[in-house]
């Protein structure tokens, strides 16, 4: 995830620090994203003060600890426009877990057990998209809409996905899945045969 290149898109609207740059973050990206971890942004902080992307001003308070504000550099701006200007590719590619249990239960040849994951995932999906669609209906910020409704067109594509699986392999009467499990049993190492001749 690119967090670090949205911390340097905060940081272009002026200086800020940790907890300030959390609650801008969460304000921005919506709920859907759920809460930034405040250690995993010093981490962020630290490392693109390290690569000169931003810059760390310590500040002193009369009553509370030191502050610690950061302000993006010409550098953090040229990197932050870089990556404005590219396109975004799935972060995980295609690998995906979901489809690996669909893959197992599958070669399991048993419909129960693909009948078993689909209506699971299916169940998991629907209350993520419930959720979702209630986020959307509250939610005041364009933007944050914007976001919500992204996630609930990623979810709908899920879905679909779950009722093509289910189309293409329990749509036969259990063949496709009983051919499978034949080809694994194909593959399989025989257990019994001749003898083999002694060398």
Known sequence: MAIQHAVLALLARGPSYGYELKGAFEAAVGPQWGPLNIGHLYQILERLSRDGL?????????????????????????????????????????????FLKVTAAARSGSAQTVRAVLTNQRGHLMRELRNLDGLRRRADDPVVGLLLAAASRHVEADLAVVDDAESVLLADGGALLASLADERAGTAAPTEGPARAAG
């Open 54 to 98: 931003v810059v760390a001003e310590r500040q002193a308070q009369p009553v509370k600890p030191d502050r610690v504000v950061y302000e993006i550099t010409t550098d953090g701006r040229a990197e932050l426009k870089r990556w404005l200007a590219e396109p975004s590719p799935r972060s995980g590619g295609f690998r995906d877990d979901f």
